[in-house]
Nanobody, 116 residues
């Protein structure tokens, strides 16, 4: 069984910073990719950023230059450093882990609220 646990979110002021972390544990095959998605009320869940096993990264256009994703392979942990936060970044952030068999595992989500 694989468990994916995100760090606790927070309420931050616009322009502030926050770092999220997500750790995968349990019986898991080699991890191919780890990523962050977010879902605002009434909207679909969208990709924020992901990082592949070779270290390559992808970002949503809305967060490029502000967010940075990184990964600690030894700890099966992924981080999302969020800077220059905006009210429109308010959402529930979800971590997704994809293993070498392309099985997907999701965290329970963590709330990030940015006040104006």
């Amino acid at each position: 069984q694989v468990k994916v646990v995100e760090s606790v979110g927070a309420l931050v002021q616009a322009g502030g910073s926050l770092r999220l972390s997500c750790a995968a544990s349990g019986t898991i095959f080699r991890i191919n990719a780890m990523g962050w998605y977010r879902q605002a009320p009434g909207k679909q869940r969208d990709l924020v950023a992901n990082i592949i096993s070779d270290g390559s990264t992808n970002y949503a256009d809305s967060v490029k230059g502000r967010f940075t994703i990184s990964r600690d392979n030894a700890k099966n942990t992924v981080y999302l450093q969020m800077n220059s936060l905006r009210p429109e970044d308010t959402a529930v952030y979800y971590c997704k882990v994809v293993d070498s068999r392309w099985a997907e595992y999701w965290g329970q989500g963590t709330q990030v609220t940015v006040s104006s």
